[in-house]
């Protein structure tokens, strides 16, 4: 008999609303994911310790540990801290440091994770891989989906503006790295996952066509969803594909070339997405998103995140370095330093309109 369906590694439970924080023990209980209420709860040592305070009432069976920051060892040494215990899941409460760790924690331990984002910036908080730093710089590992994914709109608007505009710029990077995955199927015959490949881009459409802004409950929650479909769409695809193409090979080499003066995650991948459209003559489509990204406070050129020309190209040369195999439109070209420099003075010129 043919296969006609598929199972889908998906969370349990998504609950993205206002107050949704305050609901967590019973939302937990509901699921079954901790009747007990033992918890092994992540956090960071600072804002962290004010969530603690504000919810350690309602989960009187947690026991807390404070992580010191989001590398490796840091990931490791949570996951021995947990060891001691008995507990139902892992909860990883924070940005994308805290939860990659807690990923990687609840991973060794065998237990499940259940990621409680307190900021919107990046895809990663749904997504089967935790970003850690190692002594070779970073590293990407693989772990299971978070069995539940709660996401307290009152604690977004919290945060620093920079988070939500971070996350803006990595779902919007999504069109590109889907045009990168096309890409790579009609040239080279790349498998594509059309279900993986669809949720991307419609999580990066939805934000570029939402008309709202950072204190907009409505497109906060828009923008929350599409990262959180992002990462189910990795998932699906058993690979970053979908949602990571040439917008994070430049991500990746400004971190790498300029550690000291990177930008967000988001804005680079956002301005990465925006250049990458234009190089593959997608010129309509990559002026609408330099105008989104400008609308939300985001970099547009590179000037705009205090680089210049000349900084700008060695980042696009060395970008396909950093991801070897993998085919996108800056492969495809192949460009030298001066067809990158005339491509941005064209860009850059487009971005102006």
């Given at each position: 008999?043919?296969v006609?369906t598929?199972?889908?590694?998906?969370?349990?439970?998504?609950?993205?609303?206002?107050?949704?924080?305050?609901?967590?023990?019973?939302?937990?209980?509901?699921?079954?994911?901790?009747?007990?209420?033992?918890?092994?709860?992540?956090?960071?040592?600072?804002?962290?310790?004010?969530?603690?305070?504000?919810?350690?009432?309602g989960?009187?069976?947690?026991?807390?540990?404070?992580?010191?920051?989001?590398?490796?060892?840091?990931?490791?040494?949570?996951?021995?801290?947990?060891?001691?215990?008995?507990?139902?899941?892992?909860?990883?409460?924070?940005?994308?440091?805290?939860?990659?760790?807690a990923?990687?924690?609840?991973?060794?331990?065998?237990?499940?994770?259940?990621?409680?984002a307190?900021?919107?910036?990046?895809?990663?908080?749904?997504?089967?891989?935790?970003?850690?730093?190692?002594?070779?710089?970073?590293?990407?590992?693989?772990?299971?989906?978070?069995?539940?994914?709660?996401?307290?709109?009152?604690?977004?608007?919290?945060?620093?503006?920079?988070?939500?505009?971070?996350?803006?710029?990595?779902?919007?990077?999504?069109?590109?790295?889907?045009?990168?995955?096309?890409?790579?199927?009609?040239?080279?015959?790349?498998?594509?996952?059309?279900?993986?490949?669809?949720?991307?881009?419609?999580?990066?459409?939805?934000v570029?066509?939402?008309?709202?802004?950072?204190?907009?409950?409505?497109?906060?929650?828009?923008?929350?969803?599409?990262?959180?479909?992002?990462?189910?769409?990795?998932?699906?695809?058993?690979?970053?594909?979908?949602?990571?193409?040439?917008?994070?090979?430049?991500?990746?080499?400004?971190?790498?070339?300029?550690?000291?003066?990177?930008?967000?995650?988001?804005?680079?991948?956002?301005?990465?997405?925006?250049?990458?459209?234009h190089?593959?003559?997608?010129?309509?489509?990559?002026?609408?998103?330099?105008?989104?990204?400008?609308?939300?406070?985001?970099?547009?050129?590179?000037?705009?995140?205090?680089?210049?020309?000349?900084?700008?190209?060695?980042?696009?040369?060395?970008?396909?370095?950093?991801?070897?195999?993998?085919?996108?439109?800056?492969?495809?070209?192949?460009?030298?330093?001066?067809?990158?420099?005339?491509?941005?003075?064209?860009?850059?010129?487009?971005?102006?309109?």
């Amino acid at each position: 008999m043919p296969v006609l369906t598929r199972l889908i590694p998906a969370p349990v439970v998504v609950d993205i609303r206002a107050g949704a924080l305050a609901d967590l023990a019973g939302v937990l209980a509901d699921q079954r994911i901790s009747g007990s209420g033992k918890l092994a709860v992540a956090i960071s040592g600072g804002s962290g310790r004010a969530l603690r305070e504000r919810l350690s009432d309602g989960l009187p069976g947690a026991s807390w540990f404070e992580v010191g920051g989001g590398t490796l060892n840091d990931a490791v040494k949570l996951a021995e801290s947990m060891k001691s215990g008995r507990y139902d899941a892992v909860v990883g409460l924070g940005g994308g440091k805290i939860i990659d760790c807690a990923k990687f924690a609840a991973a060794r331990v065998g237990l499940p994770l259940v990621a409680v984002a307190t900021n919107l910036s990046h895809d990663g908080l749904c997504s089967p891989v935790a970003t850690l730093d190692n002594d070779a710089g970073r590293g990407s590992y693989g772990v299971p989906n978070p069995i539940a994914v709660v996401i307290d709109l009152d604690v977004i608007r919290e945060a620093p503006a920079r988070f939500v505009r971070s996350g803006i710029g990595d779902a919007l990077s999504n069109i590109s790295a889907v045009a990168d995955w096309e890409l790579a199927h009609r040239v080279n015959g790349e498998d594509i996952d059309g279900l993986a490949a669809a949720m991307a881009r419609q999580a990066g459409e939805a934000v570029l066509r939402h008309p709202g802004g950072l204190d907009d409950d409505t497109f906060l929650q828009v923008l929350a969803e599409g990262l959180v479909l992002t990462g189910i769409s990795m998932s699906v695809a058993g690979d970053s594909r979908p949602a990571s193409g040439a917008c994070h090979e430049i991500n990746h080499a400004f971190d790498l070339l300029f550690p000291q003066r990177a930008a967000s995650h988001g804005e680079q991948c956002g301005l990465g997405a925006a250049f990458a459209m234009h190089l593959r003559g997608a010129v309509q489509e990559s002026v609408r998103m330099t105008e989104v990204l400008r609308r939300h406070g985001l970099p547009v050129t590179a000037e705009d995140m205090g680089f210049d020309v000349a900084e700008f190209v060695r980042v696009v040369a060395f970008a396909p370095k950093t991801r070897p195999g993998r085919y996108t439109i800056l492969e495809h070209l192949n460009l030298s330093e001066d067809g990158i420099r005339d491509a941005y003075a064209e860009y850059v010129r487009s971005a102006a309109v």
